[in-house]
């Protein structure tokens, strides 16, 4: 079971706004900014969004990330089928001492 | 082109060893943290070890601690994990990647990944 909780699935229909939470604690998100790793079939991660909020060049402002406390957020806005991929939040933790990744969350495109 | 590509994965048997390799191109592995990420096929990601651009800081999990040994080439411009008394947990693709040079846990280059299966 991952420190840092995800939901499992989630999903939505073409142009949606869906969400995807990642729940975590004082030593991690709490004190440490959160990054998204996007995951798409057979591939490589890539990096999605960083420092809780920043997207690398190239990412689409369809992707947002926020942070609040111990939480953050990944909201994708105006779904496409594209978007199907499984997401991870991250967050490095002063106590263990290491990076840890959420569980996942497999997106669905209805 | 930035790019990264491991080599080195196999099948072993249990206490056996392997090393893997993640050659980098397209900048230089001394100015950057790297990490090792492993995966399960069809599970999710776990973080092994990172190694600092001078090499001179090391981390790992606790799980690998004591019988892996990250460690990086600047000549050959390459990553290295020395994978020793394996297990069957241990099976998985594993993943180098590298760091934004400001912050040193946000992984913004990976490879295509190299599968190790430890069995009998």
């Known amino acids: 079971q991952s420190v840092l909780t995800q939901p499992p699935s989630a999903s939505g229909t073409p142009g949606q706004r869906v969400s995807i939470s990642c729940s975590g604690s004082?030593?991690?998100?709490?004190?440490?900014?959160v990054n998204w790793y996007q995951q798409l079939p057979g591939t490589a991660p890539k990096l999605l969004i960083y420092?809780?909020?920043q997207r690398p060049s190239g990412v689409p402002d369809r992707y947002s990330g926020s942070k609040s406390g111990t939480s953050a957020s990944l909201a994708i806005s105006g779904l496409q089928s594209e978007d199907e991929a499984d997401y991870y939040c991250?967050?490095?933790?002063?106590?263990?001492?290491?990076?840890?990744f959420g569980g996942g969350t497999k997106l669905t495109v209805l | 082109e930035v790019q990264l590509v491991e080599s080195g994965g196999g099948l072993v048997q249990p206490g056996g060893s392997l090393r893997l390799s993640c050659a980098a191109s397209?900048?230089?592995?001394?100015?950057?943290?790297m990490h090792w990420v492993r995966q399960v096929p069809g599970k999710g990601l776990v973080w092994v070890s990172r190694?600092?651009?001078?090499?001179?800081?090391?981390s790992y999990a606790d799980s690998v601690k004591g019988r892996f040994t990250i460690s990086t080439d600047n000549v050959q411009n390459t990553l290295y994990l020395q994978m020793n008394s394996l297990r069957a947990e241990d099976t998985g693709v594993y993943y180098c990647?590298?760091?934004?040079?400001?912050?040193?846990?946000?992984?913004?280059?990976w490879g295509q990944g190299t599968m190790v299966t430890v069995s009998a």
């Open positions: 990647a590298r760091s934004l040079r400001t912050a040193g846990n946000v992984l913004d280059i």
């Open positions: 397209g900048f230089t592995l001394n100015n950057y943290w």
């Open positions: 190694i600092n651009g001078d090499g001179s800081f090391t």
């Open positions: 004082s030593s991690n998100v709490g004190s440490n900014s």
């Open positions: 420092i809780n909020n």
């Open positions: 991250a967050a490095w933790d002063d106590s263990l001492k290491k990076l840890l």
